[in-house]
């Protein structure tokens, strides 16, 4: 299931409404804007309703008002999803799915709402808690199958923000068989391991290629006991065994000794942890979207191309729909416009420019010449070449 | 002195435009510079191919850049128009082709004509937001579709290369007539120059000689006098030339 266009407000007539308007979205999105446009808030809107869908999150008492409308698979008219929430104060003021034509489920503020129930052949009444949600409260795979789609997406969206550590700072506890949380992107280690322990080389071998690819050369990587924890007694002497307390160490093949992960350069542990946890999630769980805000941010201009790049191919593979943010000239100028998305912000409203609502303009803009950071630093996307007459000198 | 930079996409447009200014100005009243700039973008590298001695008497200084490649023209001409101002040069001239791997496909004299109002506007555009201290007058020609059409255009020379090669000859085995038809109309005429020259057993590739003897057998005095107001692309490169000149 795709996520074709979103369509999100919060506090609706309010001083402090945010709207958001044009997101349409492709199968790879580069969400380009200045500071504080938006950027960040799209994303975080989107793994919002994501959580709440998937049951990682429940509704909070909030005072604002948020109101999303996404739709799905939208390229085939009896296959397009229609999802609609409306929330305030932690309940739900309105649910709506629709499938294709067909209303598949209504709910209003009391809780109280009708399903189509697929074995029965008819629509059925319910009442549910008014904070929870009927897409996730009422999921069976009999009789409401089609909110199995809807659950799929939401639980296996990702989204990491690749300004943070990614977990550079978090080592690996003993977890005692318990299921590590894939939406937890601190937990880098445990992940690794995982991968590791399922996959073996082919993942281990993964991993080495994609650094190499953005020009981080590691000859090998794995786990250890945090070299802090052996103070000054000889590794051998310690019963590794009774000992899980692990971090990553990489051995660069530039270098005499392994690095541990909290000497790794920050650009280069963001890249290793991205890295790690994509190849992870295509390896073990078909991730349906991947969110990624501030893609690139710490990294030189030839590691930020060649991170783009590598993302570019994976998600080309069509394995997954990736949405990128970013205000790093570097990363614009390795995405093809295509691709983009550009904020215009307005008082209470992030307005969307892209390929679908304005095609000749990103179309013209190829003519110039001009890199792509040019289409955004000159605000070429909000007026195109104008009318002005040619002057000759 | 007065200084003038000229951009160019590649060897033919700088040796027509080497050629041009030396026979447009009196010889001892101009000295130019020929640098050659190659590598990928953020690794450009000039190197010199040409220059000569300045003199009391020289009054035109031009430095013709070799782009190696249509696309690079105008970011060339960005990334070093600063540079340029800062040192003299009072006006920058682009010369570039419409025709480029990207309308290779397109079939039509109209889709041709669209793409080159295009690009005419789109790098326009590109130089028009160029930020500089001391701004000076950035131009940008765009050969229809090729330099090439205004050696077609010029038909003088083509006995010159070979007796054969008469207008009646063109005009009998290729259909078309280069005194009497509109050259910039012609799709591929790098192409069209080829086939001329298969006329006689010859063959045209661009390689440095045959530039060379195209160019060295060129009339300018008829390019300069006639062909600036028939074949407008030429018009308006030497009109840009004149501006400066004078």
Redesign the interface.
Known sequence: MKLDLISYCEDDNLASEWRLEGCRLGNINLIVGKNASGKTRILRSINLLASLLCGNRNLHPEKKHRNWTLTFDSDSENNQKIYKLITQDGKVLEEKYDVGNKNYCTRGSLGKGKIWATQVGNYIDFQIPTDELVALKKRDTIQHPLFEDIFKWSNSLISYQFGTDLGRRIIDFPRNQRKIDLRDTEQVVAIFKSGNREFGSSFIEAVKSDMSSVGYNITNIGTKIPGILLAEKAEEEIDAKNIKIECIFVQENDLKVATEQFLISQGMFRTLSLIIQINYLLKANKPSCILIDDIGEGLDFERSQAMIKLLINKAETGLFQLVMTTNDRFIMNGVPLEYWSVIERKPGLAKLHNINNSREIFEDFKFTGLNNFDFFATDFYLEGFEEEEIIEE | MRKLAIFVEGQTEQIFVENLLREIVEKNHISIEVKKISGRK?HRVSNPIVKDQVTIETRFYVLIYDSSGD?QV??DIRDQCESLSSNGYERIIGLRDVYCKSIADKTSLDEYIAYKL?????????LS?VIMTDPI?M?IVLAVMEIESWFLSEWNHFPKIDAKLTLDKIQTDLGFNPKTDNMETRLHPSSDIDKIYRLVGSSYDKNKDQINSIVSKLDYEFLYLKLIHTVPSLGKFIGYIN?FLN
């Not at chain 2, 295009?118 to 590109?126: K, N, P, T, V």
Request: hydrophobic share 25%; proline share 6%; charged share 20%.
């Open positions: 953020k696309t105008v970011s295009s690009l005419e506007r789109g790098l326009h555009y590109s937001t007058p131009n501006l």
